[in-house]
């Protein structure tokens, strides 16, 4: 996860953590002063993402599911907070992480990238070889409806359907090449680094 700016973990702060403090929530028995502190610090990093609208909307919910008054686990806010809003793909560690490693260059050498990044935004874990299989076909799939729908932009018969298809494609794909770019810049400045 990039680092969040300052107004950001303060936004998340102020909606919902001090919220939550003012409606009365208490930590849980057996919770360190410290180790609450520090889960909050990091709920202020991880929820920065969100808008000012949902960061209320998640505060008012978890109130509103509190009813004992003690404050949800981590992992309890954070599932309410991607039902909420989800985060963008870049604040996804398992997606950017995944496709700035060799593994991105590797799916956009293949012809696979877009479909890589689509199956990571869906499921929270690597892909196993019978999800690579079937990335492979859906890569196969959508190539084949790149062609057809830009065959029919060139002959002007697409649809509305076939222009906001491949246009959620093409913005796929250029946020999927943005990550394995970032991955590159890395790898080049900790190489440049060690020479």
């Known amino acids: 996860m990039s680092g969040a700016k300052a107004e950001d973990r303060a936004r998340v702060k102020a909606l919902v953590v001090d919220r939550l403090d003012?409606?009365?929530?208490?930590?849980?028995?057996?919770?360190?002063?410290?180790?609450?502190?520090?889960?909050?610090?990091?709920?202020?990093?991880?929820l920065a993402y969100m808008s000012d609208e949902n960061l209320m909307t998640l505060a008012e919910a978890l109130i509103d599911s509190a009813p004992?008054?003690?404050?949800?686990?981590?992992?309890?806010?954070?599932q309410f907070?991607?039902?909420?809003?989800?985060?963008?793909?870049?604040?996804?560690?398992?997606?950017?992480?995944?496709?700035?490693?060799?593994?991105?260059p590797k799916a956009?050498?293949?012809?696979?990238?877009v479909e890589l990044y689509r199956w990571l935004l869906k499921h929270p874990r690597p892909p196993l070889a019978m999800d690579m299989r079937e990335i492979h076909e859906r890569a196969a799939e959508n190539a084949?409806?790149?062609?057809?729908?830009?065959?029919?932009?060139?002959?002007?018969?697409?649809?509305?359907?076939?222009?906001?298809?491949?246009?959620?494609?093409?913005?796929?794909?250029?946020?999927?090449?943005?990550?394995?770019?970032?991955?590159?810049?890395?790898?080049d400045v900790t190489e440049g680094d060690a020479a």
Do not use: F, N
């Open 22 to 46: 003012q409606a009365g929530m208490v930590r849980k028995r057996g919770v360190a002063a410290a180790a609450h502190e520090a889960a909050m610090a990091r709920l202020c990093e991880q």
């Open 68 to 78: 004992d008054g003690v404050w949800p686990a981590e992992v309890v806010i954070r």
């Open 81 to 104: 907070a991607r039902a909420i809003q989800e985060p963008p793909a870049a604040e996804r560690r398992l997606v950017s992480s995944w496709l700035a490693s060799v593994e991105g």
């Open 108 to 113: 956009e050498a293949g012809g696979h990238l």
């Open 144 to 187: 084949r409806r790149v062609e057809l729908v830009r065959d029919r932009i060139a002959r002007e018969t697409a649809t509305r359907e076939d222009r906001d298809w491949l246009g959620q494609y093409l913005r796929d794909q250029e946020q999927a090449r943005a990550l394995v770019e970032a991955g590159r810049a890395r790898k």
